[in-house]
């Protein structure tokens, strides 16, 4: 519906996370791991039917759509990839406790 606010599902690959079979390319790994979330979600009755899901794969985008006030759940592998510093993601947190926004991560292990 209009005006009602989206899932993220954040993807965020390191480059240590491309493997010899990725030949360099981050492609592999961010399907993998939006997979992953994806499948996750599918499987959480309550977010899955929170409404719309968008998938962002560049920081800046999610940024701008919380500044947008859009979202209103993350779902991210780990609360780590939500900056590239503690204090970055301490302060990104501080700042999605402020308007409300649920964050969700999942354990691989746990989402198989």
Do not use: C
Not at 16 to 40: A, C, M, N, T, W
């Amino acid at each position: 519906m209009k005006g009602e606010k989206i899932t993220a599902v954040y993807v965020m690959v390191r480059e240590d996370e491309i493997g010899p079979e990725d030949h360099g390319s981050y492609d592999g790994p961010v399907q993998r791991q939006k997979d992953l979330l994806l499948g996750f979600l599918e499987r959480q009755g309550e977010w899955h039917a929170a409404g719309e899901v968008e998938v962002y794969s560049r920081r800046r985008h999610l940024l701008q759509d919380l500044e947008r006030n859009r979202i209103g759940r993350i779902l991210v592998l780990d609360l780590d990839r939500l900056g590239s510093s503690r204090e970055e993601v301490d302060a990104l947190l501080f700042e999605l406790d402020i308007l409300g926004v649920q964050v969700m991560t999942v354990n691989p292990r746990d989402s198989a």
